[in-house]
């Protein structure tokens, strides 16, 4: 099968001061302050640390690295706004966030222009994202209206017995670099919808996006110190964490992020016994059984893997085809992925695969490819011995005769490698995707509707795509089993997270 990929990189070459001044011209919504406590502020002691395009090297921005004080000042903040917002009407909560969506709507293409430029990813993937992010907000500007407690019959005819739902406080929100502006709407509006004040921690390599939703839900008349946002370097992003876990005022820590930082993040709230949703690692299964549809599973399998190129916590991770068809699946896959992947800068016209975001991500990506090679898996892409990639680019690859103990198979990879294992009954397809000690998403293709059924409830996941490699949408709940996290978001699912159950028995005697 001969493999064509082509790489569009920028045509011209530009001094990074050039570059850096061109970009910004389109990044409207660039703010290098950080927000706290209702002030557009830089940190105490001048501390600041770079934002960088992957593609290009370019530095975009320079944000405020605070601190621990600084995450003292917005919990304080938030704690004081807590109490007005908790009290505001559910229906001004609700048409502030209506407010807040048609804003994230009519500045969808600076958005998308920021995200492409601190994250990486395509502008077609970038704009999704901005449209899947404000849905959120639309979402919830709808929840907010509809949350309610219940009055259930007591135990006795002189005990009304009432729960109602009020808000749990302060919440803190840290969210990945690979989707800065969904996750962090998804969280914001429940918590917004709820009556929650936030603090929010953005990922070190993407916090203009954050900042810039900041700048947009300000505009949309979010009161001050309700929303706080702390920019924070890797450095010290620990202290800013533990800073944000350890104090009693913030009653919710919402977390997506590697499981690692979630335990963490977890043994850190003890202390306070704080309300927790974690949202963690993958290592999603992709099964296509004899019966499926080959075209259905090639689609599906090329949205849920590439997607990011990789780097999505429900991505494709461990691809399991069935012996009658694995062949067959291989050889279109392959030819797929040659035919209608181009990497390159995302803001390039045609590209649909960026670069990955980081070094460590690289490193990570190219260590486990290289090791389930070691380990017996057959490289068909690129061809051994190819050239290694230019800067953060790296190449789609296809590794097949995978086995369940290979490194590809036991890590989550997060990078575009396709790696696909033989199996032969649906018994051993479910045995393998269940031996990970992580439960997010898992795909299967099938037309066998019974077999649909029956493998949808036995996976060991949070959510399943029967037949469909997308399956996020605001409707819906997101979440996973295992290591892969706690709580659900999305749905009115989020409601549990950012509310309290209170019991009032009026005795009527
Ligand atoms: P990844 O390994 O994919 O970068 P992380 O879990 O490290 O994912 O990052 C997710 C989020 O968690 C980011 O906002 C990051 O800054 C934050 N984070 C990382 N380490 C800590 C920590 N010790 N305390 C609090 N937040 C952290």
Redesign the pocket.
Same mark, same amino acid.
Not at 174 to 177: C, F, Q, R, S, V
Not at 201 to 204: H, N, Y
């Given at each position: 099968m001969a493999l064509q990929l082509s790489y569009r990189l920028l045509g011209r070459q530009l001094s990074a001061g050039q570059a850096t001044r061109v970009g910004r011209r389109r990044l409207s919504l660039l703010r290098e302050r950080a927000l706290v406590a209702g002030q557009w502020t830089v940190a105490a002691d001048g501390a600041t640390f770079d934002v960088i395009n992957p593609a290009t090297d370019d530095v975009i921005a320079s944000v405020p690295d605070l601190g621990e004080a600084d995450a003292a000042r917005a919990v304080a903040a938030a704690a004081e706004a807590q109490r007005s917002w908790g009290q505001t009407a559910p229906r001004r909560r609700s048409q502030l966030l209506q407010a807040y969506f048609r804003l994230l709507e009519e500045h969808g293409e600076q958005l998308a222009a920021l995200l492409t430029a601190e994250q990486g990813k395509p502008l077609a993937e970038a704009r999704a994202e901005v449209a899947y992010g404000a849905g959120y907000i639309e979402w919830f500007a709808g929840e907010a209206r509809r949350i309610h407690g219940e009055v259930v019959d007591g135990a006795a005819p002189h005990k009304e017995t009432l729960m109602i739902r009020q808000p749990a406080g302060v919440a803190a929100l840290? #969210? @990945?670099?690979n989707f800065p502006i969904a996750m962090l709407l998804r969280k914001l509006g429940a918590a917004l919808a709820c009556g929650c004040a936030a603090v929010a921690? @953005?990922?070190?390599d993407t916090p203009l996006s954050a900042l810039a939703l900041a700048a947009l839900a300000e505009q949309a008349g979010l009161p001050p110190g309700v929303l706080s946002v702390l920019t924070a370097s890797r450095a010290r #992003? @620990?202290e *800013?964490?533990?800073a944000l876990c350890r104090d009693p005022r913030v009653a919710v820590l919402s977390?997506t992020?590697?499981t690692? *930082?979630g335990k /963490? /993040?977890y043994a850190q709230c003890a202390s306070t016994v704080k309300k927790l949703s974690l949202e963690l690692g993958g290592n999603s299964p992709f099964i296509v059984f004899d019966s499926a549809d080959l075209e259905k599973a090639v689609a599906g399998c090329m949205a849920s893997k590439f997607r990011n190129s990789g780097q999505t916590c429900i991505s494709t991770n461990r691809i399991l085809v069935q012996a009658g068809v694995y062949d067959r699946f291989v050889a279109a896959l392959g030819s797929v992925m040659a035919s209608q992947l181009t990497a390159g800068d995302g803001a390039a016209d045609g590209v649909n695969l960026g670069p990955l975001v980081n070094n460590a991500q690289l490193e990570k990506v190219s260590g486990l490819v290289s090791e389930s090679v070691r380990q017996g898996a057959r490289q068909v892409w690129p061809r051994p011995g190819s050239a290694a990639p230019e800067g953060r680019f790296y190449p789609p690859t296809l590794l097949t005769e995978v086995t369940p103990d290979m490194a590809c198979f036991r890590e989550e990879v997060f990078g575009p490698v396709a790696a696909c294992a033989r199996f032969e009954t649906e018994e051993e397809a479910l045995a393998i995707a269940n031996s990970s000690d992580m439960g997010l998403a898992g795909y299967i293709f099938t037309e066998n509707i019974a077999q649909a059924w029956r493998v949808s409830r036995a996976l060991e996941c949070g959510m399943v795509g029967v037949n469909e490699g997308l399956i996020s949408q605001p409707e819906a709940a997101f979440g996973g089993v295992k290591l892969s996290g706690l709580g659900r978001e999305g749905g009115h699912y989020s409601v549990e997270d950012y509310t309290e159950v209170k019991y009032i028995c009026f005795g009527t005697k």
């Open positions: 840290i #969210t @990945p670099w921690k @953005p990922a070190e #992003t @620990p *800013v964490g533990a977390f992020g590697s690692a *930082v /963490l /993040l």
